[in-house]
């Protein structure tokens, strides 16, 4: 199938009405519309039996967004997105939850993000081991504690107290979402405004050049770029996004840990038209608060990264680059359409086998930074 091409886009990101009257287009839609054409942008070939007119276009979104609206007219109205960390106290589980210096850095870059949102932390967090309510398993092949998803939104539901756009829930203990299912790495109800992310995967990965007596911190701290991607996602889905079949693009669907990691952290034209419809922000300055936001965070990471090296004998020299290993399955259940891969909790154990590839952690907000460059200078041309 044949690569689609600049015009292509514009009924996919235009409405019906704006197809008409290109000349009136408003400017932050004009440059979306010579984005879809950028280098910047790097479009997906359709699947076999597919076109791009299949997906969730700009108009269709708006169509579920307006129905959204109809339905919940208070919570569409609120500005607000609640982080509600949840903890678990478990001996298969040394690490109980997310620390609160991460979470606070994650709150920042959410709200940037997701310009025109306020995002707060709901502390403390909220207590999951000993809820009876919550059905649990014990994983197979990992032989550590697991939660069904839909127990844990349905209770963090009923604990909430704030009234918001969205509540995420944030966690380091595995999740799974049906019996027949190996894991998930995070799911969003956009009817509902309940999103849960889990990095109990990420979290309890060994990483390249880490010694084993890491801090919990530092461990932590290595998988900053991965909370940032998934949360990022999840929230978008809030927004009523779909997985996006356009370009590659932060909500690109991800059916292995490597995908959900290397896939880009920022928005589409296509995608980022829907979340501009909703919070309105100026393009342009978002592109650059998120770049302040990366660069904030890579200097975050590096100097908590040295500092923990001076202080741990087995780690590796400041200079290096700490690595993480990837290439575990992931099922992103997420609303709008089906895990596709991994399903039979059995096939884990020749997955596991597959070979896997070390990534440079940092390099990522590095390369982010580089490209919200070249981004932000298509303002100025
Ligand atoms: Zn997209
Ligand atoms: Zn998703």
Redesign the pocket.
Known sequence: MAAVTRADFAPILLHRKELRRRDRLEPPVQWMLDMTGSSLFTPLVPGPGTTILDRQNYQRWKVIFGSYKFAHPKRSKRRLIVLQPLAYTSPDYPMAQVETVLLESLAGFCSVYFTGMEVVLDQPPLELSGVKKITKRVHRTTQREQLLVGDVTKYMKSQSQIKSFCLVGITLVDLYPSPYWNFTLGQASFSDGLAVCSFGRHFNSQLDGESPAASDLKKQINNMWVLIRVISHEIGHLFGLTH?F??N?S?NESSTIDEAITQPLF??P??LRKLHKVLKFDVCRRYVLLREECSKLLQFIEEALKTDSVSNEDSKPEDTELTMKTSDPIIDGSVTDCPTANGDITNEEEIEQEGRESVCVTEYFKKSIQWLDECIATFNN
């Open positions: 996006c356009y370009f693009c909500m928005l589409c296509v995608c």
